[in-house]
């Protein structure tokens, strides 16, 4: 139980620099190319950049997730966070504090600012942390709202990305660690079928990637029915009736 409870997440995630290079097509984390616009490593833009989902469902899909993960952020009581979550290597402290990095970045994607690396080293907790995500959360929903959000080319790090991509990349980040937080703290996460599918069209095209690094376990067996969800959180490796031990 112990290896297998270890091939669960291992709290990284799928907005690290490297992890992004690499599914831009560059194979040595240590080469950081300039990146002209269009997002081309090469004299054409590569296809995996695609965004998971058509531009003009992005504003909905982040408005319902950031909605959604607030509600279970407002839900977080400060006795919890402390508490183990489906992500070995992040107790319910560490969890927050990525789901903080991560709206930060879907805020600062939407308005067209630079996204750092250093953002995801950052210790952004504090005792206002709900709040700061709420604050985070509207001002992102807000900004994807302008359809000239849809138009830029994203800087992260060093590195320029189409926005939708950005976008459908992180509002599937917070799905999945959305869900992971509503587990470890006994609340429910209501993850509409629309953006369920778009995280998993994410994870589905990311998981070899993402498992080689280390981001993604092995996948968790589900049923041939289970909803779009729990699809997705079998791919990412995780046990979609995990639950926090009563030992």
Same mark, same amino acid.
């Given at each position: 139980?112990?290896?297998?409870?270890?091939?669960?997440?291992?709290?990284?995630?799928?907005?690290?620099?490297?992890?992004?290079?690499?599914?831009?097509?560059?194979?040595?984390?240590?080469?950081?190319?300039?990146?002209?616009?269009?997002?081309?490593?090469?004299?054409?833009?590569?296809?995996?950049?695609?965004?998971?989902?058509?531009?003009?469902?992005?504003?909905?899909?982040?408005?319902?997730?950031?909605?959604?993960?607030?509600?279970?952020?407002?839900?977080?009581?400060?006795?919890?966070?402390?508490?183990?979550?489906?992500?070995?290597?992040?107790?319910?402290?560490?969890?927050?504090?990525?789901?903080?990095?991560?709206?930060?970045?879907?805020?600062?994607?939407?308005?067209?600012?630079?996204?750092?690396?250093?953002?995801?080293?950052?210790?952004?907790?504090?005792?206002?942390?709900?709040?700061?995500?709420?604050?985070?959360?509207?001002?992102?929903?807000?900004?994807?709202?302008?359809?000239?959000?849809?138009?830029?080319?994203?800087?992260?790090?060093?590195?320029?990305? /189409?926005?939708?991509?950005? *976008? =459908?990349? @992180?509002?599937?980040? $917070?799905?999945?660690? &959305?869900? +992971?937080?509503?587990? #470890?703290?006994?609340?429910?996460?209501?993850?509409?079928?629309?953006?369920?599918?778009?995280?998993?069209?994410?994870?589905?095209?990311?998981?070899?990637?993402?498992?080689?690094?280390?981001?993604?376990?092995?996948?968790? /067996?589900?049923?041939?029915? *289970? =909803?779009? @969800?729990?699809?997705? $959180?079998?791919?990412? &490796?995780? +046990?979609?009736?995990? #639950?926090?031990?009563?030992?």
């Amino acid at each position: 139980m112990g290896d297998e409870r270890r091939e669960r997440c291992r709290g990284r995630s799928v907005a690290e620099p490297e992890f992004l290079l690499r599914r831009a097509g560059v194979e040595d984390p240590g080469h950081r190319p300039s990146v002209a616009r269009g997002c081309r490593l090469s004299s054409r833009p590569d296809p995996r950049l695609r965004p998971t989902v058509c531009v003009m469902q992005l504003h909905q899909l982040v408005a319902t997730v950031a909605t959604e993960t607030s509600n279970v952020v407002r839900g977080v009581k400060p006795d919890q966070l402390s508490a183990p979550t489906p992500c070995m290597d992040w107790d319910v402290r560490a969890l927050a504090n990525h789901l903080l990095q991560v709206i930060s970045a879907l805020n600062l994607a939407g308005r067209g600012e630079p996204v750092p690396d250093e953002l995801w080293a950052r210790d952004l907790m504090s005792e206002e942390w709900a709040e700061r995500f709420e604050g985070e959360a509207r001002q992102a929903v807000e900004a994807w709202a302008d359809p000239a959000a849809l138009e830029n080319m994203v800087s992260m790090g060093s590195n320029e990305m /189409p926005a939708p991509f950005v *976008a =459908s990349m @992180l509002a599937s980040d $917070l799905v999945i660690h &959305g869900w +992971d937080l509503a587990r #470890a703290t006994g609340q429910d996460y209501h993850c509409d079928d629309a953006a369920a599918e778009i995280a998993h069209r994410f994870v589905a095209d990311t998981g070899e990637q993402g498992r080689g690094m280390g981001i993604y376990a092995k996948p968790v /067996p589900v049923a041939d029915e *289970a =909803s779009a @969800l729990d699809r997705s $959180l079998g791919l990412s &490796g995780r +046990d979609p009736q995990w #639950a926090p031990s009563t030992q």
